[in-house]
């Protein structure tokens, strides 16, 4: 039932004709002189058109002046700016071995996860607080060496020995507390014996 509105109106043109009056289009013309008189304003347009002009060249000139005047301070001063952000990030925001690459977050994040499983995994008994205090001792050595390396990741910038040294800290942290928990199993065992052999 929709029609098209362009249809609508071809056909109502094809059905009449509009004609205009003879003199229509001088009527029109001598009217519209009456009211506003073409001479005058083509007089007052090219007049306004030179004053914009002018003030158009007067923004211009005084803008220019005042962005290269500007420029030279803000130039000084963004210099200083940069270095001292530079130096704040570095600062604030250090760099760690995740931050290099997907990959290496992996891996991070991998050894990190397991580290903290491992010590929560941990049962401490007057029995074993010796045992658990050497390995811990141990520990807190290998997260000295880890800051150092963080410290020079940052310093000097990653490259293969760095990255290489802070997996192998994480290795070798893990290790010690996958050999630390063998002990404790083994100490735990070897108490069960002694418990059960007095018992018998």
């Given at each position: 039932m929709a029609q098209d509105i362009r249809e609508l109106f071809a056909k109502e043109r094809a059905q009449k004709n509009f004609i205009m009056?003879?003199?229509h289009e001088a009527r029109f013309l001598s009217k519209l002189d009456e009211e506003m008189p073409s001479q005058s304003i083509k007089k007052k347009s090219s007049s306004f058109f030179w004053v914009g002009i002018a003030a158009s060249a007067m923004i211009i000139l005084g803008l220019g002046?005042?962005?290269f005047s500007v420029q030279d301070t803000v130039d000084t001063k963004s210099n200083q700016t940069v270095v001292k952000n530079e130096e704040l990030i570095k600062e604030a925001n250090p760099i760690s071995l995740g931050d290099l690459s997907p990959d290496l977050k992996k891996i991070e994040n991998y050894y990190v996860t397991n580290i903290n499983l491992q010590l929560s995994d941990l049962e401490f008994t007057g029995d074993n607080k010796d045992v658990i205090d050497g390995y811990m001792e141990r520990l807190a050595e290998l997260?000295?060496?880890y800051q150092k390396l963080n410290v020079e990741l940052n310093e000097i910038g990653?490259?293969?020995q760095t990255i290489a040294a802070l997996v192998r800290?994480?290795?070798l942290r893990l290790q010690l507390l996958q050999k630390l928990k063998t002990k404790l199993n083994?100490?735990?065992s070897s108490k069960n014996e002694q418990e059960s052999?007095?018992?018998i």
């Open positions: 009056k003879k003199g002046i005042y962005f997260d000295k060496e990653p490259n293969d800290n994480l290795q083994q100490l735990k052999s007095n018992i």
